[in-house]
């Protein structure tokens, strides 16, 4: 198929914004090694996206440029590398993409079968491709970094999940209620009506007082918050904690790391914990299934052609996305 061309969006230099992404059209990728070409149906966008395009993350991502963006997708197989054997022609996958590389807005992708996995024809396209970056972190943070077990065995935590209204946060609530759990969330007074049919036992609007404060309405203290917000000082979350309380960071910044460091020269019993998401194929499968079962959901925000990836990628960075943001080749 490389004789052929595609179109997909690129961004050549660092900056730019939605007016740095390009239209083009390139060669369909030859699928090397242990890899299998795409057609993508469907690809989500994650604020670590225009992060790298803003050069937040140089030297590491991206790998080069031109940079196709975007790593979470889902798809077709049409054709099989060598060395490739999980999968075959046909079948339907949910991927997470390299950010080396990127790749997934396109109308195909190549990619290692490494952290690929089955998404049976109970889940669409669009509820698939939101899941690798903004579930496995949920996932992660909630069962690894909160030790929450999902079979609904082991004590019962109070848990925060702040800006539950997001990607990351609205699986977080999701998958925190599969446990033995009583969940306080914050998001924006639209969509609290929301947060509460995900599960949340407790919903603050954040702009109140109480939801700034990150007051719990039944005055429980957190024994582990999901922090999914920015902005929020250690000093706010502190007293809220229960004794050996921790919070989470799901995009730790320099203060994330200053603050974690204080906390153990000062073997304080509360802690701030940076998690920094480890992709796992076996954590992707895990939540395929359950989107598969009806336990969990991908809340979608908007869904947009290819030809207006642009307005999907001002709409992540303007931050205020209900759930995930879908591009559609």
């Not at 943070?141 to 990607?167: F, H, R, W």
């Not at 309405?217 to 922090?227: E, H, M």
């Not at 992709?279 to 992707?284: F, I, N, Q, V």
Request: aromatic residues 6%.
């Amino acid at each position: 198929m490389s004789a052929k061309l595609m179109h997909a969006i690129q961004y050549d230099s660092y900056a730019g914004g939605p007016s740095g992404l390009k239209h083009v059209e390139v060669p369909i990728p030859t699928p090397k090694k242990n890899e299998v070409l795409l057609k993508l149906e469907a690809a989500s966008l994650n604020p670590v996206d225009w992060k790298i395009q803003k050069g937040q993350l140089r030297p590491l991502f991206p790998g080069k440029f031109p940079q196709i963006p975007a790593t979470d997708v889902a798809g077709e197989i049409v054709e099989v590398g060598q060395g490739a054997k999980k999968f075959k022609v046909g079948d339907k996958v949910v991927v997470l993409l390299s950010h080396f590389s990127g790749g997934g807005l396109a109308e195909f992708a190549s990619s290692n079968e490494r952290f690929m996995v089955a998404r049976p024809a109970e889940v669409s396209a669009a509820e698939g491709a939101g899941l690798p970056v903004a579930g496995i972190t949920a996932h992660q943070a909630i069962t690894q970094s909160a030790g929450i077990k999902l079979d609904g065995t082991g004590k019962q935590k109070n848990i925060l999940i702040t800006a539950a209204s997001g990607g990351v946060g609205h699986y977080a609530v999701q998958l925190a209620k599969l446990g033995n759990t009583h969940v306080t969330a914050t998001c924006g007074a639209r969509n609290v009506e929301l947060v509460k049919s995900l599960g949340a036992d407790e919903v603050l609007d954040y702009k109140t007082p109480d939801g700034a404060a990150l007051k719990s309405p039944s005055g429980r203290k957190y024994d582990a918050v999901i922090n999914c917000a920015i902005g929020i000082a250690w000093s706010t979350f502190e007293p809220n904690l229960s004794a050996k309380g921790k919070v989470i960071d799901i995009a730790p910044n320099a203060s994330s790391f200053t603050t974690f460091l204080l906390k153990k020269l000062t073997f304080s019993k509360k802690s701030l914990v940076p998690l920094l998401m480890i992709p796992k194929a076996e954590s992707l499968d895990y939540l395929v299934k359950l989107v598969k079962e009806g336990k969990l959901k991908t809340v979608i925000d908007s869904k947009h052609p290819i030809s207006k990836a642009e307005d999907a990628w001002a709409k992540s960075i303007d931050g205020h996305a209900t759930g995930k943001i879908i591009v559609e080749p």
